[in-house]
């Protein structure tokens, strides 16, 4: 069973940065995809990006240039780094993992931007 444990999040002015962390473990034989989706205040759940096993990294439309997502394989960790944050980037991040026929996900981490 996998396990998704994010952190990094916080408060931060629009046009800030902040970079987010996903440490991952247990068994990621069968994982097809690991990435970041976010919820903001009563919206939907909503794919931030994901990066497959072939290395394809998906950005959303609205974070395209802005935000970068990474993998440090050694440490079993997988990183959002976040820049030119706006005030609509506001939500819970979540880290997941797609094994196809169902996802795993974190506890989430709040990201608040604001002046």
């Known amino acids: 069973q996998v396990q998704l444990v994010e952190s990094g999040g916080g408060s931060v002015q629009p046009g800030g940065s902040l970079t987010l962390s996903c440490a991952v473990s247990?068994?990621?034989?069968?994982?097809?995809?690991i990435g970041w989706y976010r919820q903001a205040p009563g919206k939907e759940r909503e794919l931030v990006v994901a990066?497959?096993?072939?290395?394809?990294?998906n950005y959303a439309d609205y974070v395209k240039g802005r935000f970068t997502i990474s993998r440090d394989n050694a440490k079993n960790t997988l990183y959002l780094q976040m820049n030119s944050l706006k005030s609509e980037d506001t939500g819970v991040y979540y880290c997941?993992?797609?094994?196809?026929?169902?996802?795993?996900w974190g506890q989430g981490t709040l990201v608040t931007v604001s002046e």
């Open positions: 997941s993992a797609n094994f196809g026929l169902s996802m795993v």
């Open positions: 247990g068994s990621m034989f069968s994982i097809k995809a």
């Open positions: 990066l497959t096993n072939g290395g394809s990294r």
